[in-house]
T-cell receptor, first 109, second 114 residues
């Protein structure tokens, strides 16, 4: 069964303290791994799509990487405005997209 | 670009009534639209996928007669929750895709059924 597990569930960092969020997945025939940011009471905002192991993408303080089993979202020198829930999702060969429960990130000023 | 709107942003209704939620892609044509529901601190759960002009494909466990989806044009899809009950209270989110892998999400609709 296809599955997406994100860890940690919640993470509190000081402003400027870099860290990584993990997304472990089990899927038949990965056709894409997606990262989204979701603010409270709002819909997810698209960040990245990764397709193959070894691929990396960057946007401002965020960098997403992908292996055959997991993806990391690295956040470098975060700011309070980076506080949000970060969602990971995968699309398998059946074209279904499965979301993880997310990591709630809180950056303290 | 790639803006998706939802209306209303929140709605409160009495048990037994029906509620319609609209999802619009504002600056692109969406060949496919998706409807999700999300409970507090839970992941998004896909309810159904709809392609313009076709019947929606519902996920297992989602009652198609209760959650009516209409995708009448390339920029508009509607979700109607019929005979709503308190257990239907949730955050409903739509997303739209041009056919690429990327989905663009709307801001969500908070439904509260009294």
């Amino acid at each position: 069964e296809d599955q997406v597990t994100q860890s940690p569930e919640a993470l509190r960092l000081q402003e400027g303290e870099s860290s990584s969020l993990n997304c472990s997945y089990t899927v038949s025939g990965l056709r894409g791994l997606f990262w989204y940011r979701q603010d409270p009471g709002k819909g997810p905002e698209f960040l990245f799509t990764l397709y193959s192991a070894g691929e990396e993408k960057e946007k401002e303080r965020l960098k997403a990487t992908l292996t055959k089993k997991e993806s990391f979202l690295h956040i470098t020198a975060p700011k309070p405005e980076d506080s949000a829930t970060y969602l990971c999702a995968v699309r398998g060969e059946d074209d279904k997209i499965i979301f993880g429960k997310g990591t709630r990130l809180h950056i303290l000023p | 670009g790639a803006v998706v709107s939802q209306h209303p942003s929140w709605v409160i209704c009495k048990s037994g009534t029906s509620v319609k939620i609209e999802c619009r892609s504002l600056d692109f044509q969406a060949t496919t639209m998706f409807w999700y529901r999300q409970f507090p601190k839970q992941s998004l759960m896909l309810m159904a996928t709809s392609n313009e002009g076709s019947k929606a494909t519902y996920e297992q466990g989602v009652e198609k007669d209760k959650f009516l989806i209409n995708h009448a044009s390339l920029t508009l899809s509607t979700l109607t929750v019929t005979s709503a009950h308190p257990e239907d209270s949730s955050f409903y989110i739509c997303s739209a895709s041009t056919g690429s892998d990327t989905q663009y999400f709307g801001p969500g609709t908070r439904l509260t059924v009294l």
